[in-house]
Structures are given as C-alpha cells and as structure tokens.
C-alpha cells in the first residue's frame, strides 16, 4: 500500500515550480496537498491571493501528481495541524526555503518523516516561482546586521551609534512580521508602485520615513527600515539621538556585497506574532547602548577588511547586547535554535525585533536548508 504524503502552500499563481515539487514530492506515495486559506494567506503575505482558496484548490486538485487536496482550517505556518491529525501522513514534505524548526519539530513530535527538498526546475525548463512571477513588483527588503534600536531616540540618547543595514532582493516572499522591514516596503509600495524612483537616496528616504510615519504615529518606526530599503548595498547610519542619522556611510562595492552574500544564511522562524511585546521589561542605559555602538562598528569595520570571523563576532556581540536591553527580544523557540547552531556558525542575530522572522547565521561553511540572499547593486 503507498505511503501517505502530504505537502502545504499557498499555490497560488500555479506554475512548473509546483508542479516539479509535485512531481519530487509524489515520489514517496500518494500526495496530498494542504491550502492555506485566504485567510491565512492574507494574515502571513499582507495581500489576498490572486486566486481564490476554491479556485486554488480545483487547479491543485486537476493535477496528474496530487491524490486530493483541501483547504487547511487553521491558522499561521502551521495552519494544517488539525488535517494532518486526521490524515496521519507517513510523510511530510516541504522544500528548502519553506523549512522551518516549527513544521520539523511538529513532524518529530507526530512520528511522521520530515524530508527537505533542494528547489530544482523541471529538466529543460527555466527555474520559476511565485515571486517570479511578480517580478513587476522589484522593491527591495533589509536586513538589519548590527546596531538595531540605535534608530529610535529612546536608544540612542544614551549612547550614540550606527545601524548597519543591507539592501536585498525580493528573491524569496517574506512574510509579514519576520523584521525584514515588510511594513516599510509596503508603505514604498502604496508610495511609488512596484520599483523605487530614481534619485538621491537619503532624499527618497527620507520622503518614505515621512510617509511612513504621519503626524500622530504612536510607534515611530525607525528610519534605518527607509533607509535600508532606498539605499542600495550597504548603508552604515550613525544616530546620536535623534529619528533620523547624523550621516550615512555606504559601501556599494562588488568585493563588499558579495562577501555580505556568502557569509548570511537565514532559517526561517515564521512571522512574528500579533501583539508581540518587545519592548516590556526593557533595561536601556550608556553601558548597554554603547556595547550595541560597538558592535555596530566592528560589523562595519569587518566587512571593510572582509574578515568574516570578525563580521561573526560583531553580528553575535550586536545581538547580546540588544537582548541586554530587550530580554524579550529571546523566546524559548530561538534559544533552542542557536544552540543548534552555536558550534556551526561564527555569529547570529534575529531579524528585526525578534520573537520570529528568521535567525540569521554568519558562517563560513554552509548551512543545510536556509535562505540565501542577493544584495542590491547600484544599477537595479
């Protein structure tokens, strides 16, 4: 009798990038294919499918490689935890970058067989996905990689300092919530549609800080989000208490973004959740500040010399520091992660304020199954 196999997504937009994880997928048995509603969808993207969880799942179902397919009934990353009681796969499937420890851990603890799929096109056939598709959309994500919280006043007061921020290629569909600056990017989005204006970046930026940010924002959002956003490459911001940075230093040379490129790796967390309260039991003082500005400049400093160890220990020393300030930045979930990696990497840090997004590791030897990013050039 065939094994139980079960896979979820969105699928939305189908394409020969799904239908080839079908086809790998269906290898170990009958597939079953879980859907994440549109609800649900709505609540990880930000946005609607373009087609409906109906109309989403008669196409899913019309494929040769699927023995059926359903709508999920719960909610977040692991909205498919009640069909998978009731179904009781053999095994679970996913590819690469949709790992998570989440869905891994959730599989252990149910006895079902976790397998990683590396995202291979069809033989003869161009690589595709989703976010390929919507490549009319190009506005970039960022990455904090040391020094944030020094963007908000109440930080820097104590101590002045930088922020070092990467700009990166929507390459892959970062959910909402994961500290990637998503909300930021949204706010570009609704300003200028699908791609950046060309012009001076600290100008832009600050017009999308401002936009961002109204008369009457309760929660300022910190202008590193902007600037790491406008500024392609990598910008290093410097703070001395106030919204926006006293001068920003770039560095947009090829040698320096693809040393960045080949020391992040990013495993995935999943979103943040609503009502996550990161700044509760806060401890800001000099001392504090200061650790986080030096950490911050040694960052910066080792990606001019391209010293990937010292680039480790400033991303690790960035990211004690902020816990120093912001101990709920810290969940039992990310502790558990690091010490899975703390033997396999040179540094780590959360993206954003933490409580989800993704772990982002500084290694020198790969890591299984995480997310690699592209830097943006000058000329994109």
Same mark, same amino acid.
């Given at each position: 009798m065939p094994k139980k196999v079960m896979v979820?997504?969105?699928? #939305? =937009?189908?394409?020969?990038?799904?239908?080839?994880? /079908?086809?790998?997928?269906?290898?170990? &048995?009958?597939?079953?294919?879980?859907?994440?509603s549109d609800k649900t969808v709505y609540e990880l993207k930000g946005r609607l499918p373009v087609n409906s969880e109906q109309e989403r799942l008669f196409m899913?179902?019309?494929?040769?490689?699927?023995?059926?397919?359903f709508v999920s009934q719960g909610s977040g990353v692991l909205d498919y935890v009640e069909e998978l009681e009731t179904l009781k796969p053999d095994v679970f499937v996913v590819n690469g970058d949709g790992h998570t420890p989440d869905k891994e851990q959730l599989c252990r603890d149910t006895g079902v067989e976790y397998v990683i799929l590396s995202r291979e096109p069809y033989e003869g056939l161009e690589r595709r996905s989703t976010t390929d598709?919507?490549?009319?959309?190009?506005?970039?994500?960022?990455? #904090? =990689?040391?020094?944030?919280?020094?963007?908000?006043? /109440?930080?820097?007061?104590?101590?002045? &300092?930088?922020?070092?921020?990467?700009?990166?290629?929507?390459?892959?569909?970062?959910?909402?919530?994961?500290?990637?600056?998503?909300?930021?990017?949204?706010?570009?989005?609704?300003?200028?549609?699908?791609?950046l204006p060309i012009g001076n970046p600290e100008k832009l930026a600050k017009v999308l800080f401002c936009y961002d940010n109204p008369p009457g924002t309760q929660e300022i959002s910190?202008?590193?989000?902007?600037?790491?956003?406008?500024?392609?490459g990598l910008a290093c911001a410097h703070y001395d208490g106030d919204y926006w940075p006293a001068h920003i230093d770039t560095m947009y040379d090829e040698d320096a973004l693809r040393f960045v490129e080949q020391?992040?790796?990013?495993?995935?967390?999943?979103?943040?959740?609503?009502?996550?309260?990161v700044l509760s039991e806060t401890c800001i003082d000099r001392d504090r500040a200061g650790a986080l500005a030096q950490a911050a400049a040694d960052l910066w400093g080792a990606i001019q010399a391209r010293d990937l160890h010292a680039f480790g220990m400033g991303m690790r020393r960035g990211f004690e520091a902020q816990i120093a300030m912001f101990p709920k930045m810290v969940t039992p979930q990310v502790e558990r992660l690091v010490e899975q990696y703390r033997?396999?990497?040179?540094?780590?840090?959360?993206?954003?304020?933490?409580?989800?997004?993704?772990?982002?590791?500084?290694?020198e030897t790969p890591i299984p199954n995480a997310v690699r990013i592209v830097a943006r050039r000058m000329s994109d």
């Open positions: 979820s997504g969105c699928y #939305d =937009l189908l394409h020969s990038g799904h239908i080839a994880f /079908f086809k790998e997928a269906a290898a170990y &048995g009958d597939l079953y294919v879980a859907l994440g899913v179902k019309s494929v040769g490689f699927v023995k059926d397919a598709l919507r490549t009319v959309n190009r506005v970039p994500f960022r990455i #904090d =990689l040391a020094g944030g919280w020094l963007d908000q006043p /109440f930080v820097s007061q104590h101590h002045p &300092g930088a922020v070092v921020t990467i700009s990166i290629e929507p390459t892959i569909e970062f959910n909402e919530r994961s500290g990637m600056a998503s909300s930021t990017r949204n706010a570009a989005i609704d300003l200028w549609g699908p791609r910190g202008s590193q989000d902007a600037i790491g956003i406008v500024f392609p020391a992040l790796y990013l495993v995935a967390l999943g979103p943040r959740h609503a009502g996550f309260a033997d396999r990497a040179l540094g780590w840090k959360l993206s954003g304020a933490g409580g989800g997004g993704y772990l982002v590791l500084a290694s």
